[in-house]
């Protein structure tokens, strides 16, 4: 019974992937001017991991990206986030 609850709750990820990028490769952060008036930069992403899920309520679709973290609060969508600090 174990086994089967455990087999609908975990499903494989689908990379989709944003470009020629590899699989998996983090994103990359280029700044493009940094000064007192302004901070201004580029994200480069390489894709992202699509997970189907089935709970009791649905079918649901998680969406994840290498080295970032999750938004939301609980009961709300999870949206993908990236957080960088510079010293």
Known sequence: ???L????AVTAQ????FGTRAEGAPPEIT???S????VKFTVSL??????QRQEASGVYKRLSMPECGVAGAVGSPEIPKLIKKSI
């Open 46 to 51: 390489s894709g992202m991991y699509v997970e």
């Open 31 to 33: 700044v493009l001017r």
């Open 14 to 17: 689908n990379w989709v992937s």
């Open 5 to 8: 609850l455990l087999s609908t």
């Open 1 to 3: 019974m174990m086994a």
């Open 35 to 38: 000064d007192n008036q302004q």
